[in-house]
């Protein structure tokens, strides 16, 4: 049995500066330098399962439509507070066993992942989860620990991120 789904990595940049007056100092009026740091939204579930928004394609709706939908319903975030990096598309794939009509059935599942910057670190988590938190890039893979698919799609992410062709303008 096959099964897809769709998603969205969800991150923010964050000022690290110390003390912007010193730094406005040091490169005159009107110009600070700032370093953003990349942080990742991550939903917890319970029982330490940590995780992207996503969910299941429903029929007729598009991979792209799931991963709003999706977002809207598990975040609060919609459309308009998202900046879509448009080069990037993830895949993360796995098998897992799920009881269905009493008899064990091997679901072969398919994740695709866009990503997409939000300027809000305020979202509105649905009854399904249990909490969020805002992860730098290292803390993010260690949040995921045993979830190694969920741990390549957030290095694919951060490595474009990194990279000339992930800046967001």
């Known amino acids: 049995m096959r099964e897809i789904s769709a998603g969205i990595i969800i991150y923010r940049k964050t000022r690290t500066n110390a003390d912007p007056e010193a730094e406005q100092a040091r490169y005159g009026a009107g110009l600070t330098r700032t370093n953003a740091e990349i942080k990742f939204l991550i ?3 319970g029982h330490n399962y940590w995780n992207f928004p996503k969910g299941k394609i429903e029929s007729e709706e598009k991979s792209f439509q799931t991963a709003l939908r999706e977002v809207k319903e598990e975040t609060g975030l919609t459309r308009n507070d998202l900046i879509f990096n448009e080069n990037f598309k993830a895949y993360e794939k796995f098998t897992f ?3 269905v009509n009493n008899k064990n059935v091997r679901i072969f599942k398919i994740v695709i ?3 997409a910057e939000t300027k809000k ?4 988590i649905s009854q399904e989860h249990e909490g969020y938190g805002w992860f730098a890039y290292k803390e993010a893979l260690r949040i995921l620990g045993k979830y190694k698919d969920s741990q390549k799609v957030l290095n694919q992410a951060y490595r474009f991120l990194k990279s000339k062709k992930g800046k967001v303008t």
Not at 121 to 124: C, D, E, G, P
């Open 43 to 45: 939903l917890y579930h």
């Open 97 to 99: 066993w799920r009881r």
């Open 113 to 115: 992942f866009y990503l």
């Open 121 to 124: 670190s305020q979202i509105k």
